[in-house]
């Protein structure tokens, strides 16, 4: 006995050792953080003659997602490699671009893309449109790198000169939509799945009971991907002044040329103009040096990074000084789901709650909804066009501005708006409901397991350990097809369409922005900028203030997200790519775990998957 008391006295001992060990270091490094932000210089000096160097790292969101800030930071002090995982909001961008427009203290834009992640399209539209707007003052615009990827390279093309590394290249390789299939693992796993959907093009069971696409998923996502695929060439060809097979050519046309430039991927790009000069990077920073004058040391071009002017200049949106009529303006992005979900996921409850507070503001005269999700649970979606309905009925005009997908759970609560306004590139309808579930009785006998008992109704001890009965499959079948003439009849009532004319634009259906807005499908097309008009002039306002309506974050997490935040632009370590096995992980992760992560009470679902998966 007392051998095992001297055991467990060592072990708590021990245990109380590395916790008092663990506390200890903690507050060690608080107080050296503390020290770094004390010492640094909150506001950085802005230079007079200055270009501002949008050197973007990470993916461009319109909602940036809440991340554990003393995690964040640690791993950034031990060089771990968390770049793939970095959210710059578009806001953010577009506000520094137009700010240096007018600051006469910025002399020219360098677009430094190498860290930007792809994104979606419209994103880069927005980004395009703001650096437009900056030629117009007359400043130049450079861009840079050692390659550009196609996202990249669309933001490079509104550049005033694009240089290139000799031994880079303009990847510019199309768009696409490849998900995987896994029936047959399905099989082999014993594992029984049920589907049970409405709609020829809800496309997003498939994998689970497909080996590949159907053509009718085929046929569908291969009309919208064009679409954007011609907007990504337009684009660049106005901007670069060139013609459409330059920048998308034929194999045959791309194999001829590149011979004639001796396989060199970069004179390539020089001979078919899509940049003007190819040089290293010592000779870009020289070229720019020349141009825009030398920082103090005399080692580079003058200049300031976008996060050092952000934190420099005004917020994009002023805090409320409380005398003003107010347009609310509410950010929701991520897949819907039901309850109180934190930035960067829709929850039923969290965003029923921030439309709640804009009802219930006197000085909330008209609400902007910006919506960037696929769709999600039903259920949640419907709360939340309660919500909607709830302030159009309060006299408070609700206008949604869709981002680069506003699809299924999207649609269902756009379509209570007052008024839509969407991309040219936006992906949305996707009119449909699906719900999904799986049973292991065939997996667990292979295993030598039975499921046995007794129950007092045929509804008892329905579960995924027994086979599914067909008249469950019925009743299922039943509340799947109730859910989609709910939906039909959501659209029916908010849009003031016929329903026989909602019936042909839904089953599933993806549409662009372009086509909604010919099909009714949407009002007007444009992006934040014109939604925010369009809700002053519904609430005939002439002077007033927009007010950022913020999800919730407790009092811990936006203190130390601050100050971490601030101790980050001291400390920034060179950031290592992921590794491609990452890549086919998260890709697996992103079409297998669904199942688990989704909420919905009823388990049904109005989401669209290939919406979120198509990116530059």
């Known amino acids: 006995m007392s051998v095992i008391k001297w055991v467990f006295r060592t072990l708590f001992k021990s245990i109380n050792f590395i916790r008092l060990l663990v506390l200890n270091l903690a507050f060690l490094l608080i107080v050296a953080v503390l020290a770094i932000a004390m010492s640094a ?8 003659g200055a270009a501002l160097t949008l050197n973007l790292k990470g993916q461009v ?3 940036t997602q809440p991340v554990d800030p003393v995690s964040e930071f640690t791993n950034e002090l031990l060089g771990q490699d968390t770049e793939q995982f970095r959210e710059i909001a578009l806001t953010d961008i577009t506000h520094a671009i137009r700010f240096a427009q007018a600051d006469n203290r910025i002399s020219a834009l360098i677009l430094d893309l190498e860290g930007l992640h792809s994104t979606g399209m419209n994103k880069l539209l927005e980004i395009g449109s703001a650096i437009k707007e900056f030629k117009e003052s007359g400043k130049p615009v450079y861009a840079y790198g050692d390659f550009y990827t196609q996202s990249q390279y669309l933001l490079a093309s509104h550049a005033d000169k694009i240089m290139l590394n000799p031994e880079g290249a303009v990847l510019i390789e199309g768009l696409g939509v490849y998900r995987l299939y896994f029936k047959s693992a399905i099989d082999k796993l014993a594992i029984s799945s049920h589907v049970f959907k409405v709609g020829t093009y809800k496309s997003f069971v498939e994998p689970y009971i497909r ?10 996502n291969l009309a919208w991907l064009n679409q954007l695929w011609g907007k990504y060439i337009e684009t660049i060809a106005m901007e670069r002044n060139l013609a459409g097979n330059a920048i998308s050519p034929s194999v045959e046309q791309y194999l001829e040329r590149l011979k004639a430039a001796g396989g060199s991927q970069g004179l390539y790009a020089k001979e078919q103009e899509l940049v ?25 071009y ?11 200049i005004p917020d994009a949106f002023e805090e409320s000084t409380g005398y003003k009529d107010q347009i609310a303006t509410i950010f929701a992005s991520g897949e819907i789901m039901a309850g109180l979900q934190s930035a960067g996921t829709i929850g039923g409850d969290s965003l029923s709650e921030q439309l709640n ?29 309660q919500q909607i309905l709830a302030l159009k009925a309060a006299n408070k005009p609700v206008i949604v501005s869709m981002s680069s997908t506003a699809a299924s759970g999207g649609y269902w609560i756009a379509s209570a708006a007052n008024e839509i306004v969407a991309s040219p590139v936006t992906l949305t309808g996707s009119i449909g409901i699906f719900g999904m579930f799986a049973t292991f009785e065939k997996a667990l006998k292979k295993m030598g397991i039975s499921g046995d008992g007794v129950g007092t109704t045929p509804f008892s001890g329905v579960g995924v350990t027994r086979p599914l009965p067909s008249y469950m499959k019925e009743i299922i079948q039943l509340s799947i097809d109730n859910g989609y003439n709910k939906f039909l009849q959501v659209v029916v009532e908010g849009r003031k369409l016929p329903p026989e004319e909602v019936a042909q634009l839904a089953e599933g259906r993806v549409w662009t922005g372009e086509d909604a807005k010919r099909l009714g499908l949407v009002d007007h097309l444009g992006g ?34 601050e100050f971490f935040g601030q101790v980050k632009q001291q400390l920034q370590p060179e950031i290592l790519q992921s590794p491609s096995v990452q890549a086919i992980l998260t890709e697996v992760d992103k079409q ?11 388990g049904l679902y109005a989401l669209c998957p290939a919406c979120d998966s198509v990116k530059l």
């Not at 210089?41 to 007079?48: E, F, S």
């Not at 080996?211 to 569908?220: H, I, L, P, R, V």
């Not at 909330?364 to 709360?383: H, W, Y």
Request: charged content about 25%.
């Open 211 to 220: 080996d590949n696409m159907s053509s009718e998923s085929k046929q569908a």
């Open 357 to 385: 507070d804009a009802r219930l503001d006197e000085q909330v005269k008209a609400v902007v909804l910006r919506i960037d999700t696929p769709g999600g649970s039903a259920f949640a979606s419907e709360q939340i066009r």
């Open 61 to 63: 969101v319109e909602q």
């Open 528 to 561: 934040l900028k014109l939604s925010l008009t369009r809700a002053a002039s519904l609430a005939e306002l002439d002077d007033f203030e927009i007010k950022i309506v913020q999800p919730y974050q407790s009092n811990r997490d936006a203190i130390l997200s």
């Open 302 to 312: 003058l200049s300031v990074g976008f996060q050092d002017y952000l934190a420099a």
């Open 41 to 48: 210089d909150p506001t950085p000096n802005i230079p007079q």
């Open 592 to 602: 297998a775990a669904p199942m688990l992560r989704y909420n919905d009470p009823k």
């Open 276 to 300: 003007d000069e190819l040089k290293s990077k010592q000779e870009m920073r020289h070229f720019l040096m020349a141009q825009l004058g030398e920082n103090d040391s005399a080692d580079n």
